[in-house]
């Protein structure tokens, strides 16, 4: 069974910067499968903010996020980040961390922006911005 525990989350100023990060238990990593942060501001709905892709290392990003996030996956350790810098107040949200079935399994013909793209999900984190 697979288990993702986040943390990292946090209260900072606009311009500031945290660090999230997702433990990752239980998951046989696939060459191909997406793994990916989320966010869900009040009243709104779940929105992708990073992807990679395992195998091929590929990233992806929400348009309004771009040049201030990194996603990245260190398998060693079995753990994905966000780093998120230049962080604005647009930013706050709870922050999810999420990952996919492989694509041999579905045929990966999903968007990473698509919440049926993953099956398994974190608890959230909070992050909080201020102006």
């Known amino acids: 069974q697979v288990r993702l525990v986040e943390s990292g989350g946090g209260s900072v100023q606009a311009g500031g910067s945290l660090r999230l990060s997702c433990a990752v238990y239980?998951?046989?990593?696939?060459?191909?499968?997406?793994m990916g942060w989320f966010r869900q501001a009040p009243e709104k709905d779940r929105e992708g903010v990073a992807a990679?892709?395992?195998?091929?290392?590929?990233?992806y990003y929400h348009a309004s996020v771009k040049g201030r996030f990194t996603i990245s996956l260190d398998n060693a350790k079995n753990t994905v980040y966000l780093q998120m810098d230049s962080l604005e107040p647009e930013d706050t949200a709870i922050y999810y961390c999420?990952?996919?079935?492989?694509?041999?399994?579905?045929?990966?013909?999903?968007?990473?922006?698509?919440?049926?793209?993953?099956?398994?999900w974190g608890q959230g984190t909070q992050v909080t911005v201020s102006s």
């Open positions: 990679i892709l395992t195998g091929l290392d590929l990233t």
């Open positions: 239980g998951y046989t990593y696939a060459s191909r499968a997406y």
């Open positions: 999420a990952v996919g079935p492989p694509f041999d399994s579905w045929g990966g013909i999903g968007s990473w922006r698509d919440l049926s793209s993953y099956n398994s």
